[in-house]
């Protein structure tokens, strides 16, 4: 955090004259930011409620309320910020202000005057206040407001991205000024120079290797733009699992900026598929909204450094940014772990999902939003593609084409080294009015099953899924039997063996033998990576807070599809067991079961005795990709399943028990830069987890507790407060503490108290 971002005052309650100098603000929230002004709650479904006239359930049309589509925290509404700040500029200097991103409509002013602002709440921006300060104690007050029906899922509120106080002098280099294009090993850097007084300057520009060395340099002078070129004999590439990046130092007098960015080479070819510095590669990736679950909108690096790893854990390396330009530092640890990205720029255009959404902003802002998402993030070289747009409703209309070549022009004036995509929903409808033909590489939304027809129809049209399976679960969530529809259950959840998705989506299996018959199909991009804030699908009427699509739940503990993933995209061996074995009163009666396994050949046993192994059958799309025991006797003990080779040779083991009665609390943690991610589990006396302990755990630590949940969708206990009723045995809290940490949970188990601790070292 930078000084500019701490002690800053909030309120909801302030309106005309916020502004202003003279106004008392003492009694105002004093906070830091990035700041969150809804995610403390507390939730209701009365916030934000969205009327619908479709129902997607019963496929008729009729007029009802679903209260949980933006997550039912309270951001709809005005927010006022203030800072007060010294600052004494000399006559040949000038500051600005940097805002990476207000949610929404925001408007700024200094001492009282007005700067500017930004309604588009994904947007970065920049002001300049020199006309506005003055030596001494200044004040710069932010408003910003969520208008109500504005947005499909829930957006946050507030300076919710970081913000930078920039002194630099009267000719400065411009803010995302600087330009770097590598081809081969040739490396192009265009600098944009601020020079209201158009006299010569000098620019020095160096090129830094991985290591730290400066490996050549060039001065150039002029007035505004400035030009230089490098060809090192040597360089090494940028790509998924050897992310290398070089660095751009500018000088400018005292002014000095690093960027960033990385040697690489992308090829998109519609027969062959994706491949970068020569090497195949499928996108093995996840659409992501921005929030950062129980932690909010409020950006932190930490936090999303921790969810990356995690996504990289089970073999991921593609990030699509659902469906707005992302925070700054998500590219920039993407760049540093290596991963591909779609920066995807809007959800709707002119003709509206919502009713006070994009679409009243596209006629003014869209040029000027889409400009400058390219031209801050196209240093990147984890970008690999601009998305214009996400199922957008003009694919049906006949002025869709024409937006999307002025889209798309606009991107390859930015920047012609990258190719423009869109989520296409509606690939027909796209196909005969022209949109399909205006992107250069087509997106496909949930159709695994038409790959093959529309390659033989467009054979030069490269083909990724930018968006596939949408399968919906909770955490831990089991039936009797497998269920092969909506998934709607009377107690709101969804059952987690992966076999129920949102209407006209998929499951896993149907876009895996999609991308298997038809190698040309660059990869996927899986709605989602972790459940998020609003579109609690299938619930569209009831009280649900967040989604079931992720892999990993809210709180970012994984769920059984992590694990179907990892057997498909990770070189690490995978085996699986689910459900849990703790089906009391169901003695004798039949479960079945379900091992997400890399190896080709399972065998279970329930207490020793066999149940048959399954084989991998491609023929079979159940087969395939899972093995799958449809009937199962309950019998209380150890479920058992045993990966064998061909010759029926264990190769790996593993075991699911009847857990007995919870007695034990165990934490588990991880530390991350200044964070803590702790996981407690109910157990029994053998440390087995107890699948169906829903106690209250209370949290203790030296740390500052920013939230804890379970990842329930359907709870509404606030995240802050340090205590939450377990789900399926579990819950997890994130800890902010740069030192030596200890974490303490307490819960009232089996009518006794219980407590455990650990520690996370600093």
């Known amino acids: 955090m930078n000084s500019f971002e701490k002690d800053w005052r909030f309120t909801r309650n302030s309106g005309k004259g916020f502004e202003s100098a003279e106004l008392d603000d003492s009694s105002w929230e004093k906070i830091d930011i990035p700041h969150d002004w809804a995610i403390a709650g507390p939730f209701s479904p009365d916030h934000d409620s969205e009327v619908i006239v479709d129902d997607p359930i019963e496929h008729t049309r009729k007029v009802f309320s679903h209260p949980g589509c933006t997550g039912g925290l309270p951001h709809v509404g005005k927010g006022f910020y203030r800072k007060h700040f010294e600052l004494n500029l000399k006559p040949e200097q000038s500051a600005r202000v940097e805002f990476d991103g207000i949610m929404s409509h925001a408007e700024v002013y200094c001492n009282g005057r007005y700067v500017g602002g930004r ?6 921006f920049a002001l300049d206040l020199t006309p506005f300060v003055k030596n001494g104690t200044n004040l710069l007050a932010v408003s910003a407001e969520n208008p109500p029906g504005a947005s499909r899922w829930y957006p946050g509120a507030g300076i919710y991205r970081h913000a930078r106080l920039i002194v630099a002098g009267r000719i400065h280099i411009a803010y995302c000024g600087i330009r770097v ?28 290797d991985p290591d730290g060395n400066e490996i050549a340099s060039c001065q150039t002078s002029g007035d505004r733009l400035f030009h230089c070129e490098f060809i090192p004999d040597e360089v090494r590439r940028w790509q998924p699992g050897n992310p290398v990046l070089y660095k751009i130092v500018s000088i400018l007098g005292d002014e000095r900026h690093e960027t960033g960015f990385g040697f690489r080479d992308l090829t998109f070819d519609s027969r062959k598929g994706f491949f970068i510095n020569g090497i195949p590669m499928k996108f093995q990736g996840v659409c992501l909204h921005h929030d950062l679950g129980l932690a909010g909108a409020a950006v932190d690096r930490d936090i999303t450094r921790h969810r990356l790893n995690q996504l990289a854990s089970i073999g991921c390396n593609a990030i ?25 720029a809007f959800d709707e255009w002119k003709r509206p999902k919502t ?15 889409l400009r400058d998402m390219i031209r801050r993030d196209a240093n990147h070289p984890s970008v690999i593609m601009w998305s214009i747009g996400n199922e957008i409703p003009e694919q049906y209309y006949p002025e869709g084409p024409e937006m999307t070549r002025r889209l ?19 690939v027909d409808d796209s196909i005969t009015g022209g949109l399909f033909d205006a992107i250069d590489v087509k997106g496909f939304n949930y159709k695994p099953y038409i ?67 038809n190698p040309f199909v660059m990869g996927e991009f899986v709605w989602t990576g972790f459940d998020y804030l609003g579109e609690p699908t299938p619930y569209h009427r009831e009280w649900v807070r967040s989604s079931f699509f992720g892999i990993f739940d809210l709180c970012g503990i994984p769920k059984d599809r992590a694990w179907l993933y990892r057997s498909r995209w990770s070189k690490q061996p995978t085996l699986h067991l689910m459900p849990h074995w703790n089906w009391q009163g169901f003695e004798g009666k039949e479960i079945p079961v379900q091992c997400y396994s890399s190896f080709k050949t399972v065998e279970l046993f329930v207490n020793g005795i066999s149940m048959g192994s399954r084989t991998r059958n491609p023929k079979k799309l159940l087969g395939a990709y899972r093995h799958v025991w449809s009937r199962v006797p309950y019998s209380p003990g150890e479920l058992k399943a045993v990966a064998l080779d061909e010759k029926g040779k264990a190769l790996a083991e593993t075991s699911v028990f009847t857990a007995g009665a919870p007695e034990q609390l165990q934490i588990d943690c991880e530390r991350c830069g200044n964070m803590v991610f702790a996981v407690v589990s109910v157990t029994d006396r053998n440390g087995n987890l107890c699948p169906h302990a829903s106690e209250r755990i209370d949290i203790e630590s030296n740390g500052k507790i920013l939230a804890v949940d379970a990842g329930d969708p359907g709870s509404a206990k606030p995240f802050p407060l340090p205590y939450v009723n377990a789900f399926h045995g579990k819950c997890a809290a994130w800890i902010r503490n740069p030192g030596k940490t200890l974490i303490l949970a307490k819960a009232v188990l089996n009518g006794k108290t219980v407590q455990t601790e650990i520690t996370a070292e600093a």
């Open 451 to 517: 790959y093959a027809r529309y390659h033989a129809a467009f054979p030069d049209a490269p083909i990724y899924s930018s968006e596939s399976a949408s399968t919906v679960s909770s955490r831990g969530e089991y039936s009797d039997r497998l269920f092969e529809e909506s998934g709607r259950k009377d107690n709101l959840q969804v059952d987690s063996f992966d076999l129920c998705c949102a209407d006209s989506a998929t499951i896993p299996d149907h876009e895996f033998k999609g991308q298997d018959d």
């Open 181 to 208: 294009r590598t081809e081969g090993n040739r490396v192009t850097v265009r600098t944009e120079i601020e020079n209201p007084s158009a006299r010569k300057v000098v620019l020095t520009t160096r090129l830094i």
């Open 320 to 344: 699509r940014t659902a469906h707005n330009p992302p925070d700054p530092e998500l590219l920039d640890l993407c760049d540093e772990l290596g991963f591909l990205v779609i920066c995807e």
């Open 408 to 426: 798309c022009g606009i991107c390859h004036e930015e920047d012609p080294s990258r190719p423009v995509t869109a989520g296409l929903n509606n």
């Open 355 to 369: 009713p006070r959404g994009y679409n009243l902003l596209f006629e003014e802002w869209s040029e000027r939003d």
């Open 119 to 124: 309604p588009y709440g994904y947007s970065s």
